[in-house]
C-alpha cells in the first residue's frame, strides 16, 4: 500500500483539447501546399521595434523583479486603460502584473478563496482555462450565460468574457450592467476576461469593460478585469498581462503572489511599459487583423460556411449546420486546420473557430483553397 495519498491534479483536469485534432492535422499537413493553420491563437507577426528595443535595453537587470511591478508599469497600465478603453479613475494600487493571462484565469478561483463544493460560473461557450480554474480549486464550474438560469444558488465567482473566445461575441453595457448588479447582490466576485477589448469589429457595438463607469459607476467592489498584451502587441511569448479592478482584491492577489514567486520578469515589465505607451504600433496590428479578417470571411462565406457573432477577437465562428467534426475534416482536406466548436462546450457542436493569427501569405492561401470548395 502507499504510504502517502495525495489529491492528482492532472487526473482532475480536462484532457488538453488540442491533442484530438492531431489526425485532422495529419491529414492537413498532407496537402501539397503545406498546411494553413488557423486553429490557434499564436501571434504571427514582429513584435514592435519599440518594444524590442526595451527589453534589450534592460537585458542587464540581475536583480529580482518586483511582483507587484515597477512604478513606471503600474502607471503605463493606469493611463493605458484610460486613454484606450475610458476606465478613468484607477489607483495604482488596483493593478497587478501577472506572468500571462492563462496562468492568472487558472489560480484566480484558488487564490481567491473558492473552495471544494463551492460554484464558478463560466460561459455556455469557454475558453477551456475557465474550467481549469474552477477544478483546480476543487469548484464546480456550470456553465451559464443566463443569470436566471442560475436560479436560487449563489456561485463563488462567475467569468464572463467579451469579445469572447470562441465566437467572438461582445456584451453590452446592458448586459454587463446586469451582471454586475446581480453580483452586487450577492456579494459574487466577477472576473471579466478582456484580453480582446482592444479588438471590437463594430463601430456601433465597441466592447465595453466591466469597469466602464457606464457598467459599474465608480465602484469596483468585487470587480476583476483581466488584460493581455499577447494579441493587440504581439507579445504571447512575453507572457506579459494584468489584473486590474477591486483594490482589497488585488492587494489579495498581491499577498499571496508574492509568496509565491510568481512575478513578471524586470525585462518583460520595462517591454510592457514600452507596449502600453506606444498606441501605434496596437493600431497597426489591429488592421493587420481588419484585413485578414475581412478576406478569410468572405471566402468562408462564399464557401457555404455561415459566420455567426465574430464582432470582436480573432475568430470566425462559422457553420455549415453539421457536426463541427465533419467541418474539421473537410477543411483538413484542403489543408487548413481550425478548432471544433465543441473544444468550448456542448453549444459548440455545429461551429468551427477559425484564426485571424497567420500571415497575409497563409491567409490568402486559404481563401484560394476555399474558393475550390471544401473536401
Given at each position: 500500500?502507499p504510504?502517502?495519498?495525495?489529491?492528482?491534479?492532472?487526473?482532475?483536469?480536462?484532457?488538453?483539447?488540442?491533442?484530438?485534432?492531431s489526425?485532422?492535422?495529419?491529414?492537413?499537413?498532407?496537402h501539397?501546399?503545406?498546411?494553413?493553420?488557423?486553429?490557434?491563437?499564436?501571434?504571427?507577426?514582429?513584435?514592435?521595434?519599440?518594444?524590442?528595443?526595451?527589453?534589450?535595453?534592460?537585458?542587464?537587470?540581475?536583480?529580482?523583479?518586483?511582483?507587484?511591478?515597477?512604478?513606471?508599469?503600474?502607471?503605463a497600465?493606469?493611463?493605458?486603460?484610460?486613454?484606450?478603453?475610458?476606465?478613468?479613475?484607477?489607483?495604482?494600487?488596483?493593478?497587478?502584473?501577472?506572468?500571462?493571462?492563462?496562468?492568472?484565469?487558472?489560480?484566480?478561483?484558488?487564490?481567491?478563496?473558492?473552495?471544494?463544493?463551492?460554484?464558478?460560473?463560466?460561459?455556455?461557450?469557454?475558453?477551456?482555462t475557465?474550467?481549469?480554474?474552477?477544478?483546480?480549486?476543487?469548484a464546480?464550474?456550470?456553465?451559464?450565460?443566463?443569470?436566471?438560469?442560475?436560479?436560487?444558488?449563489?456561485?463563488?465567482?462567475?467569468?464572463?468574457?467579451?469579445?469572447?473566445?470562441?465566437?467572438?461575441?461582445?456584451?453590452?453595457?446592458?448586459?454587463?450592467?446586469?451582471?454586475?448588479?446581480?453580483?452586487?447582490?450577492?456579494?459574487?466576485?466577477?472576473?471579466?476576461?478582456?484580453?480582446?477589448?482592444?479588438?471590437?469589429?463594430?463601430?456601433?457595438?465597441?466592447?465595453?469593460?466591466?469597469?466602464?463607469?457606464?457598467?459599474?459607476?465608480d465602484?469596483?467592489?468585487?470587480?476583476?478585469?483581466?488584460?493581455s498584451?499577447?494579441?493587440?502587441?504581439?507579445?504571447?511569448?512575453?507572457?506579459?498581462?494584468?489584473?486590474?479592478?477591486?483594490?482589497?482584491?488585488?492587494?489579495?492577489?498581491?499577498?499571496v503572489?508574492?509568496?509565491?514567486?510568481?512575478?513578471?520578469?524586470?525585462?518583460?515589465?520595462?517591454?510592457?511599459?514600452?507596449?502600453?505607451?506606444?498606441?501605434?504600433?496596437?493600431?497597426?496590428?489591429?488592421?493587420?487583423?481588419?484585413?485578414?479578417?475581412?478576406?478569410?470571411?468572405?471566402?468562408?462565406?462564399?464557401?457555404g460556411?455561415?459566420?455567426?457573432?465574430?464582432?470582436?477577437?480573432?475568430?470566425?465562428?462559422?457553420?455549415?449546420?453539421?457536426?463541427?467534426?465533419?467541418?474539421?475534416?473537410?477543411?483538413?482536406?484542403i489543408?487548413?486546420?481550425?478548432?471544433?466548436?465543441?473544444f468550448?462546450?456542448?453549444?459548440?457542436?455545429?461551429?468551427?473557430?477559425?484564426?485571424?493569427?497567420?500571415?497575409?501569405?497563409?491567409?490568402?492561401?486559404?481563401?484560394?483553397?476555399?474558393?475550390?470548395?471544401?473536401?
Amino acid at each position: 500500500m502507499p504510504r502517502h495519498s495525495r489529491r492528482t491534479l492532472s487526473t482532475e483536469l480536462p484532457d488538453f483539447p488540442w491533442d484530438s485534432l492531431s489526425g485532422a492535422k495529419q491529414v492537413a499537413s498532407a496537402h501539397p501546399e503545406g498546411i494553413v493553420d488557423l486553429s490557434v491563437g499564436t501571434p504571427v507577426d514582429e513584435v514592435a521595434p519599440s518594444i524590442q528595443l526595451a527589453l534589450a535595453e534592460n537585458a542587464s537587470a540581475p536583480g529580482y523583479p518586483q511582483t507587484v511591478g515597477t512604478p513606471e508599469l503600474r502607471r503605463a497600465i493606469v493611463a493605458a486603460l484610460d486613454r484606450r478603453f475610458g476606465v478613468a479613475g484607477v489607483g495604482e494600487d488596483a493593478v497587478l502584473p501577472v506572468v500571462g493571462t492563462k496562468e492568472a484565469i487558472a489560480w484566480l478561483p484558488f487564490l481567491l478563496g473558492v473552495t471544494p463544493g463551492q460554484t464558478v460560473v463560466i460561459p455556455e461557450l469557454a475558453y477551456p482555462t475557465y474550467e481549469v480554474g474552477a477544478r483546480l480549486a476543487g469548484a464546480t464550474a456550470v456553465r451559464s450565460d443566463s443569470l436566471l438560469k442560475l436560479g436560487p444558488e449563489t456561485p463563488s465567482l462567475i467569468f464572463i468574457n467579451s469579445p469572447a473566445n470562441p465566437h467572438g461575441k461582445v456584451l453590452g453595457v446592458d448586459h454587463l450592467r446586469k451582471v454586475v448588479e446581480y453580483a452586487r447582490d450577492r456579494d459574487v466576485v466577477v472576473v471579466s476576461d478582456e484580453c480582446y477589448l482592444g479588438l471590437g469589429w463594430s463601430q456601433e457595438d465597441a466592447p465595453v469593460s466591466i469597469l466602464d463607469p457606464r457598467v459599474c459607476g465608480d465602484d469596483h467592489t468585487n470587480l476583476i478585469a483581466v488584460h493581455s498584451l499577447s494579441k493587440t502587441s504581439n507579445l504571447a511569448s512575453y507572457r506579459s498581462g494584468f489584473l486590474v479592478g477591486d483594490r482589497a482584491l488585488i492587494g489579495e492577489l498581491l499577498s499571496v503572489r508574492k509568496n509565491a514567486g510568481l512575478m513578471m520578469p524586470g525585462p518583460i515589465q520595462a517591454a510592457s511599459v514600452a507596449a502600453l505607451d506606444d498606441d501605434g504600433q496596437e493600431t497597426l496590428q489591429k488592421e493587420r487583423y481588419r484585413k485578414r479578417r475581412e478576406l478569410l470571411s468572405a471566402a468562408v462565406e462564399a464557401a457555404g460556411l455561415r459566420i455567426d457573432d465574430s464582432d470582436g477577437g480573432l475568430y470566425l465562428w462559422a457553420t455549415e449546420g453539421r457536426p463541427c467534426r465533419e467541418t474539421v475534416d473537410r477543411l483538413a482536406r484542403i489543408g487548413i486546420l481550425v478548432a471544433p466548436g465543441d473544444f468550448y462546450g456542448p453549444a459548440g457542436a455545429e461551429h468551427v473557430r477559425i484564426g485571424l493569427t497567420a500571415t497575409d501569405a497563409q491567409v490568402v492561401a486559404a481563401a484560394r483553397r476555399l474558393a475550390g470548395g471544401l473536401g
